[in-house]
Nanobody, 125 residues
Framework: QVQLVESGGGLVQAGGSLRLSCAASGRTFTNYAMGWFRRAPGKEREFVAA??????????KDSVKGRFTISRDNAKNTVTVYLQMNSLKPEDTAVYYC????????????????WGQGTQVTVSS
């Protein structure tokens, strides 16, 4: 059974930092890109960042460039992807979701095959 489990969310003041983690297991994730999406209250889900299997290709939403960094650890049985979030702003408040897709990075939610349950990030002003 494929599982993507996010952790690391919480409440932080504006300007602070959080590091999200996503542990993916249940199948071989070789050649799978990993992505982070978020959904703010009353808004649609949006792309945040993605990273290729090898880590040599990344993509970011414009508003998080320079503040967020995506990385991954391809262990034998569990792939872990991280999202380091610095200089957080109230507008970053959302539920953050981890996702996996075969092949290159993608920015559209519809091309991702597997999804986690999400972790809440709340940034207070």
């Amino acid at each position: 059974q494929v599982q993507l489990v996010e952790s690391g969310g919480g409440l932080v003041q504006a300007g602070g930092s959080l590091r999200l983690s996503c542990a993916a297991s249940g199948r071989t994730f070789t050649n799978y890109a990993m992505g982070w999406f978020r959904r703010a209250p009353g808004k649609e889900r949006e792309f945040v960042a993605a990273i290729s299997w090898s880590g040599d290709a990344t993509s970011y939403k414009d508003s998080v460039k320079g503040r967020f960094t995506i990385s991954r650890d391809n262990a034998k049985n569990t792939v872990t992807v991280y999202l380091q979030m610095n200089s957080l702003k109230p507008e970053d408040t959302a539920v953050y979701y981890c996702a996996a897709k075969w092949g290159p990075v993608g920015v559209e939610a519809g091309v991702y095959d597997y999804w986690g349950q999400g972790t809440q990030v709340t940034v207070s002003s």
